[in-house]
């Protein structure tokens, strides 16, 4: 049970506007303020007619190629190079523990820039031989840390 606060009702507010302009979401905080909770209700109370909801938990362990294969296996081709959820359907993207992934020897986290890749491009490597680029259409980012 979620109790509303001030902050969880002014969350979910900023979250639900965020997602109907389609921008991406972070929430932000100590642990035990309810990030999740307010991005799993707003979740749960969407049109699961025209919304497809990708549930992804970071941890120490997770790479950026788990982050692909988990992402490629809910988005289907619809042109030579371009991919997304099925026609008319939103792919929601929620990454809890955002911030979990092991810093490498060059000090990035790779799952976190593969997801920059994927905001700022619009789309990933084909990790293939030949590194064909994958535009991804229809794809919202929710994520708390």
Do not use: H
Request: charged share 25%.
């Amino acid at each position: 049970v979620l109790v509303p606060t001030v902050d969880t009702v002014r969350s979910a507010w900023l979250l639900r506007m965020c997602v109907s302009i389609e921008r991406p979401v972070l929430l932000v905080g100590e642990s035990g303020t309810s990030k999740t909770a307010t991005i799993t209700k707003y979740l749960s109370s969407l049109n699961q007619e025209s919304n497809l909801i990708l549930n992804m938990n970071f941890s120490s362990r997770t790479q950026s190629m788990d982050v692909q294969r988990y992402l490629e296996a809910n988005i289907e081709k619809r042109t030579k190079d371009v991919y997304g959820p099925t026609p008319g359907k939103r792919l929601l993207l929620f990454i809890d523990d955002m911030n979990m992934p092991l810093v490498d020897a060059y000090g990035t986290q790779q799952p976190i820039a593969l997801l920059k890749l994927l905001l700022e491009r619009g789309g990933l490597y084909d990790r293939g031989k030949d590194l064909n680029w994958k535009y991804i259409k229809d794809l919202g980012y929710l994520a708390s840390m």
